[in-house]
């Protein structure tokens, strides 16, 4: 059974940074593309990035270019998420997501609050 | 970026048939794809690559179209499908549609 399990989520401080982390069991994650997917509080769905196979290639949406990082490590199935100069506009859930042209598997997601 | 334009929110009885459109504003092959999601829930895959119906959904639902044009469709609608149903495209990077909220009548 395919299971992905985001953390490292909560608050805060506008500026700051948050690691958030995706333990990926039940497939060969070293196989597939993931990707980071966010949603704001009552609003829609919205793709934020993604990383090929072995992490040399990575997609971003362009409001997070440069203030966020996606990596994996293949050895312990995990992805990550390096956020950066967070804005309050970042506050969302996010979820962990395996790509395959479409999101076909998705993590219970994390919550992610840029206040003061 | 590609907008994906759906309809909006739609009120239904269970026995009913509904079909849900994404307009997208430019051609997306049919890289098109739909998910569900109930509240406090993570999205679910349901139809992949415009009609392909994913593993274990159930053959109520189904998808069609292609280039801009594309309709989901639940035949017969369950109370157990009241959710928020989103577009995906991943012709051109990947973008959202607002999603199309079913209600019961």
């Known amino acids: 059974e395919v299971q992905l399990v985001e953390s490292g989520g909560g608050l805060v401080q506008p500026g700051r940074s948050m690691k958030l982390s995706c333990a990926a069991a039940?497939?060969?994650?070293?196989?597939?593309?993931m990707a980071w997917v966010r949603q704001a509080p009552t609003k829609g769905l919205e793709w934020v990035a993604s990383?090929?196979?072995?992490?040399?290639?990575?997609y971003y949406r362009d409001s997070v270019k440069g203030r966020f990082t996606i990596s994996r490590d293949n050895a312990k199935s995990i992805l990550y998420l390096q956020m950066d100069s967070l804005r309050s506009e970042d506050t969302a859930s996010f979820y962990c997501?395996?790509?395959?042209?479409?999101?076909?598997?998705w993590g219970q997601g994390v919550m992610v609050t840029v206040s003061s | 970026d590609t907008v994906l334009t759906q309809s909006p929110a739609l009120a239904v009885s269970p026995g009913e048939r509904v079909t849900i459109s994404c307009r997208a504003s430019?051609?997306?092959?049919?890289?098109m794809h739909w998910y569900q999601q109930k509240p406090g829930q993570q999205p679910k895959l349901l139809i992949y690559k415009a009609s392909n119906l994913e593993s274990g959904v159930p053959a109520r639902f189904s998808a069609s179209g292609s280039g801009t044009d594309f309709t989901f469709t639940i035949d017969p609608v369950e109370a157990d499908d009241i959710a928020t149903y989103y577009c995906h495209q991943s012709w051109n990077s990947n973008t959202f549609g607002a999603g199309t909220k079913l209600e019961l009548k």
């Open positions: 990383i090929s196979t072995g992490g040399g290639n990575t």
């Open positions: 039940g497939f060969t994650f070293s196989s597939f593309y």
């Open positions: 430019e051609s997306v092959s049919t890289l």
């Open positions: 997501a395996r790509w395959y042209n479409y999101f076909d598997y």
